[in-house]
Structure formats: structure tokens, C-alpha cells
């Protein structure tokens, strides 16, 4: 029995082993779909009621339609947040170049060459590499959009189908977990978009609140960059948190200033975060906070920046699905918050 159990574990190991390789090296294949089954999932509700009203292409065709308007919005507040305060900074580089030679003086002074560090891997080559890089991405981005747009018309337009197939399985017990965990990630899915954009707005709210009080330049798009990035758990935050605070300390060129602003954002955040959003989510998206730190690390690192965004809902539908069966249902509870544990949910 224990030579069974070793072989099974050292089984279950290779197979997951390999499927983290496939996700890493086929990653424009699964990060889109993955994208893409995460909105169908929160947009299928509209679309039912739209096609239950409306013939099913003019549904499908407005589904979408809002779907990248509010993709275009969001991606329009990033860039005019970001944008704002580039131009700024370009436009009135003295205060920063003179930050940056404060800096480096002092760096010398401690033995830290950091002009022959400079010199060796910035120069010109380095930018024109720089900026193939970045073309390169907004070319990539641009493909990657349209791959996921493609997917969900096609998901949803099969969502129907494929639900009736799975009904028909001969196995009736891997049709109603599949059917079950597709709803219950789907319900989450959706609150779980529903909370992290009630706190991103609360969250945007405060920063611009406090940074204005402070009288800290661009506390609007500080407010808005704050509100996009905070989709982004952990990391989001923490550069939210982190790029105030540095021009904070050009502007003001007090360094208890910087430390004002920098703890009146962490604050802001811990509250938000760790206070009110628990409260909010209660037991439905109840996950651990060191499982939901280790996905969006994981993830970033299978899959770049979009890996930090899709990492915890990917978690959640894994929990999901692993607590519709009884065999697995020990790993839901396991990785659960401490309310899961609590209550048996």
C-alpha cells in the first residue's frame, strides 16, 4: 500500500510538473483562453438575459460591444493616468535629474560606482533596444486582444452546447462536477470582479484624498493609477504605493515628507485590503492570504503581468472545482481561509 501511495504522489508530481511546462512554453496559447473563459464567465449572464429578449446574434453583438467598451475604458484611464505624469516628468526633469545626482553622489561616497555601472549597460544600443522591446509588446498586445476577442465570441456563442453536452455524459458524477464547479467559479468570478472594483474605486478615492490633502502634483492620476493597478493583488499596490512616494520626494525634497505620503498610502491599502475587503468577500472567495500571495507570484512568472491579474481567479476556480468532489475536497479546505476552516464551507 505505501510502495502505491509513493508512485501515485510521485505521479501526481510529474503530471503537474508538465502541465506548468506546457503553461510556460504555450503561453500565447492558454493565456488568451484562459482570459477569455474568465470573461465569458462574468459576461454570460447579460448575454442570457439579452438572447432571451433578443434574437442571439443581436445579443451576442451587444454583449461585446460593452465588453470593449469597458475594456477601452480602463485601458483609457491607465494610459491617461501614466501619460499625465511621463509628460510631467519629462517636461520638468530638473528637480529629478538633481534627486538623481544627489543620489549618485552619495552612492559614490559609499563606495558604489554607479555612473561606471551606467556607462556599461545603458547606452544607446540599450534604448534602441528598450524601445523595439516596448513596440514589441504594444504589437503583442494588440494580437493578444484579438485572439481573446475571437475566444469569447466563440464561447459564448457555444456555452449553450457545451452544457448540453456535458448533461449527456455517461458519467454522471464527472458531469455534475463539471457543471457545478463551472457555476459556482462562474458566480465567483463575477463577485469577485464586483468587490476588487468596489475597493480599486474606494482605494483610487482615498490615494487621491490623502495625496491632495498632502499637496502632492497629479493627486487625481495618482488617484486613478492607484484604482487600475490595485486589480492587481500585491503587486499592484505596492508600485501604487512606491511611485508617489519617489515623487514625493523630488517635489518636496524633505524626506519626512516622503515618509508621510508613504505611510498615509500604506494605510490606505492595509485598510482597504486587509480590513474592509475581507468583510466584503465573506466565506464565498474565502482563500488563504499566502495562497493568494504564491498565485500571483506563480503565475507572474508563467505568464508576465497578465499572470498577476488572472493568477487568485484561476486559484479560485481550482478551490472550486476541488470541493465539488469528496476526494479532493480536503484541498478546498486545506487552502481556504481561516473562515472556510471555521464554518466547513
Known amino acids: 500500500m505505501n510502495g502505491d501511495y509513493r508512485v501515485r504522489t510521485m505521479v501526481s508530481l510529474i503530471a503537474i510538473v508538465v502541465v506548468c511546462a506546457a503553461l510556460y512554453l504555450a503561453n500565447t496559447?492558454?493565456?488568451?483562453?484562459?482570459?477569455?473563459?474568465?470573461?465569458?464567465?462574468?459576461?454570460?449572464?447579460?448575454q442570457c438575459k439579452l438572447q432571451s429578449r433578443l434574437p442571439k446574434l443581436?445579443?451576442?453583438?451587444?454583449?461585446?460591444?460593452?465588453?470593449?467598451?469597458?475594456?477601452?475604458?480602463?485601458?483609457?484611464?491607465?494610459?491617461?493616468?501614466?501619460?499625465?505624469?511621463?509628460?510631467?516628468?519629462i517636461a520638468d526633469a530638473t528637480p529629478y535629474q538633481a534627486l538623481y545626482d544627489h543620489l549618485v553622489t552619495w552612492l559614490e561616497g559609499h563606495g558604489i560606482s554607479v555612473a561606471g555601472l551606467w556607462a556599461e549597460h545603458f547606452d544607446v544600443s540599450w534604448l534602441v533596444r528598450a524601445v523595439q522591446q516596448i513596440l514589441n509588446q504594444i504589437n503583442s498586445m494588440t494580437s493578444f486582444s484579438l485572439v481573446v476577442l475571437i475566444y469569447v465570441i466563440l464561447g459564448?456563442?457555444?456555452?449553450?452546447?457545451?452544457?448540453?453536452?456535458?448533461?449527456?455524459?455517461?458519467?454522471?458524477?464527472?458531469?455534475?462536477?463539471?457543471?457545478?464547479?463551472?457555476?459556482?467559479?462562474?458566480?465567483?468570478?463575477?463577485?469577485y470582479m464586483l468587490v476588487r472594483t468596489q475597493m480599486s474605486v474606494l482605494t483610487g478615492a482615498l490615494v487621491f484624498a490623502c495625496l491632495q490633502i498632502a499637496g502632492l502634483r497629479f493627486a487625481?492620476?495618482?488617484?486613478?493609477?492607484a484604482f487600475v493597478l490595485n486589480y492587481i493583488p500585491f503587486i499592484g499596490p505596492f508600485i501604487a504605493t512606491l511611485f508617489p512616494t519617489m515623487f514625493a520626494v523630488a517635489q518636496f525634497e524633505v524626506w519626512q515628507s516622503a515618509?508621510?505620503?508613504?505611510?498615509?498610502?500604506?494605510?490606505?491599502?492595509?485598510?482597504?485590503?486587509?480590513?474592509?475587503?475581507?468583510r466584503i468577500c465573506g466565506n464565498v472567495l474565502s482563500i488563504s492570504p499566502f495562497v493568494v500571495l504564491f498565485s500571483v507570484f506563480f503565475w507572474t512568472f508563467l505568464w508576465g503581468l497578465f499572470g498577476a491579474f488572472i493568477g487568485v481567479p484561476i486559484m479560485i476556480a481550482i478551490l472550486t472545482y476541488c470541493e465539488q468532489s469528496a476526494s479532493s475536497r480536503w484541498l478546498a479546505d486545506l487552502l481556504g481561509g481561516p473562515a472556510r476552516v471555521r464554518t466547513g464551507t
Not at 457555444?158 to 458524477?173: G, W
Not at 458531469?175 to 457545478?180: K, V
Not at 508613504?262 to 485598510?271: A, D, H, K, R
Open 29 to 46: 496559447v492558454f493565456a488568451p483562453l484562459t482570459l477569455a473563459l474568465f470573461i465569458v464567465a462574468i459576461v454570460w449572464p447579460l
Open 58 to 89: 443581436i445579443a451576442l453583438a451587444i454583449s461585446i460591444g460593452i465588453t470593449v467598451i469597458v475594456c477601452l475604458a480602463f485601458v483609457w484611464l491607465a494610459v491617461w493616468g501614466f501619460g499625465r505624469i511621463a509628460r510631467a516628468l
Open 156 to 191: 459564448l456563442l457555444e456555452v449553450d452546447d457545451m452544457r448540453l453536452k456535458i448533461q449527456r455524459m455517461e458519467n454522471r458524477e464527472a458531469a455534475r462536477i463539471l457543471l457545478d464547479g463551472a457555476a459556482a467559479s462562474a458566480q465567483k468570478f463575477r463577485k
Open 220 to 225: 487625481a492620476e495618482w488617484g486613478v493609477i
Open 259 to 278: 515618509v508621510g505620503v508613504f505611510v498615509c498610502l500604506n494605510i490606505v491599502q492595509f485598510v482597504v485590503g486587509s480590513y474592509i475587503e475581507p
